[in-house]
């Protein structure tokens, strides 16, 4: 979820993420690909996002 939270606080730049968290971009696409793989849910599309942000409660 802190990918996922991240990711999208940064305009949902891979690059700077990676950054951020200091993983490698690969790293957090492939984080990106497991939420997807785990929940249905398009990490990339803000509506997915939030609801997936609101269950992890890190979002207000």
Same mark, same amino acid.
């Given at each position: 979820?802190?990918?996922?939270?991240?990711?999208?606080? +940064?305009?949902?730049?891979?690059?700077? =993420?990676?950054?951020?968290?200091?993983?490698? &971009? /690969?790293?957090?696409?492939?984080? +990106?690909?497991?939420?997807?793989?785990? =929940?249905?849910?398009?990490?990339?599309?803000? &509506? /997915?996002?939030?609801?997936?942000?609101?269950?992890?409660?890190?979002?207000?």
């Amino acid at each position: 979820m802190r990918t996922l939270w991240g990711y999208h606080g +940064l305009g949902c730049d891979l690059a700077r =993420t990676a950054v951020a968290l200091g993983k490698h &971009r /690969s790293t957090v696409r492939y984080r +990106l690909y497991r939420v997807r793989e785990l =929940t249905g849910l398009e990490p990339e599309d803000p &509506r /997915s996002a939030e609801a997936l942000l609101e269950i992890a409660g890190l979002h207000a």
